[in-house]
T-cell receptor, first 111, second 114 residues
């Protein structure tokens, strides 16, 4: 996997946008960026993934820089239920779903 | 999203015994994997469950300790053999949906070894 770097923790106010950064400077041209989150005592949950274009779904938006060396996951209106560990992963092209999880970012949403 | 169910959801076991965890996925899943999450740690990939053949293990994991079966496309088992307290972890089954590139996880099986 391309090495990813995330801040260990961040706080966010309820109702505000949460912007989660991830650096992946060694990513190759065909490697996607995946985001997952794990709420306490639950299995990880897929959020979104992208290659080079910005992506949006019902959960979040993914902004990938033009040089693809970094990306930002945006939770547009954070709620208390968004408190979780968020993982940014850039697996090899031929991994077929085999992901290596790092430490992630512990996000705490406060009232 | 894909449906992945695991059982048992939790168990308490005695040292030296073995426990088999079952995982059922829906038919849209192509690849299946088993992960371990030790207390306070991130997830570590144990192996890829291959349909009808031996699993492919990651470094540090061996078949004698973690035998895995996948007799058909939608079902797999992981056995934790000859357990010790160090095996106390959450074991998670996951399924990969190739046409969407999404990896889905079950809720995990929380194992405590006394």
């Amino acid at each position: 996997d391309a090495k990813t770097t995330q801040p260990p923790s961040m706080d966010c106010a309820e109702g505000r946008a949460a912007n989660l950064p991830c650096n992946h400077s060694t990513i190759s041209g065909n490697e996607y960026v995946y985001w997952y989150r794990q709420i306490h005592s639950q299995g990880p949950q897929y959020i979104i993934h992208g290659l080079k274009n910005n992506e949006t779904n019902e959960m979040a938006s993914l902004i990938i820089t033009e040089d693809r060396k970094s990306s930002t996951l945006i939770l547009p209106h954070a709620t208390l239920r968004d408190t979780a560990v968020y993982y940014c992963i850039a697996p090899p092209t031929d991994s077929w779903g085999k992901l290596q999880f790092g430490a992630g970012t512990q996000v705490v949403v406060t009232p | 999203s894909a449906v992945i169910s695991q059982k048992p959801s939790r168990d308490i076991c005695q040292r030296g015994t073995s426990l088999t965890i079952q995982c059922q996925v829906d038919s849209q899943v192509t690849m299946m994997f088993w992960y371990r999450q030790q207390p306070g740690q991130s997830l570590t990939l144990i192996a890829t469950a291959n349909q009808g053949s031996e699993a492919t293990y990651e470094s540090g994991f061996v078949i004698d300790k973690f035998p895995i079966s996948r007799p058909n496309l939608t079902f797999s088992t992981l056995t934790v053999s000859n357990m010790s307290p160090e095996d106390s972890s959450i074991y998670l089954c996951s399924g990969y949906r190739r046409h969407t590139g999404e990896l889905f996880f079950g809720e995990g099986s929380r194992l405590t070894v006394l």
